[in-house]
């Protein structure tokens, strides 16, 4: 079936360190990838997202970008803030006839940034 | 404008109790899916409802249901509450699935079962 894998956690850097998240999908047609962020006691944040194939998804200096042979979609930052301090999603939507289907998620990956 | 309202953001309960969770979607927003979170097996796709029929379904039991209404409002019931239902409860509004604009999603609501 289809799946989400992400690097485990925690991650802990220092503030204005590079940050990478590893993520890696598999599935059955071309899904649609997203980043998302969740802060302590909230939902989910759409952070980024990519509908195809080299698509580079950004956003608050975060990038991502599609990488269909390698099935990829790893999360960089160049320079981290404590405020960047959260748990990162990495998810997939597949077309399934004519809508969209249910959002499958990896683990989550912690990320801590000192100062 | 608005985003996904989710009510009540705290509940607690009582095993074999029901309890019902709603959420408000954004404005126009005729998709809306339900997920619950927990810290053993992550977040888990409950249902997704599509101008107020059941487009897709999640493997939980029977005990969980949702519906929606005509102004896409959504409520989700879960009945005979078990210990392990204690989760938090997002939902995900969009325009029509979202696959090519991604999901806004609300707060949640947190469920503790005692």
């Known amino acids: 079936g289809d799946s989400v894998t992400q690097m485990e956690g925690p991650v802990t850097l220092s503030e204005e360190a590079f940050l990478t998240i590893n993520c890696t999908y598999t599935?059955?047609?071309?899904?649609?990838l997203f980043w998302y962020v969740q802060y302590p006691g909230e939902g989910l944040q759409l952070l980024l997202k990519?509908?195809?194939?080299?698509d580079k998804g950004s956003n608050k200096g975060f990038e991502a970008t599609y990488r269909k042979e390698t099935t990829s979609f790893h999360l960089e930052k160049g320079s981290v803030q404590v405020s960047d301090s959260a748990v990162y999603f990495c998810?997939?939507?597949?077309?399934?006839?004519?809508?969209?289907?249910?959002?499958?998620f990896g683990a989550g990956t912690q990320v801590v940034v000192t100062p | 404008k608005a985003g996904v309202t989710q009510t009540p953001r705290y509940l607690i309960k009582t095993r074999g109790q029901q309890v019902t969770l709603s959420c408000s979607p954004i404005s126009g927003h005729r998709s809306v899916s339900w997920y619950q979170q927990t810290p053993g097996q992550g977040l888990q796709f409950l249902f997704e409802?599509?101008?107020?029929?059941?487009?897709n379904k999640g493997n939980f039991p029977g005990r969980f249901s949702g519906r929606q209404f005509s102004n896409s409002r959504s409520e989700m019931n879960v009945s005979t509450l078990e210990l392990g239902d204690s989760a938090l409860y997002l939902c995900a509004s969009s325009l029509n699935g979202g696959g090519n604009y991604g999901y806004t999603f609300g707060s949640g609501t947190r469920l503790t079962v005692v």
């Open positions: 998810a997939l939507s597949l077309l399934v006839t004519d809508s969209w289907g249910k959002l499958q």
């Open positions: 409802y599509f101008s107020e029929t059941q487009r």
């Open positions: 990519a509908t195809k194939a080299d």
């Open positions: 599935a059955t047609g071309y899904p649609s």
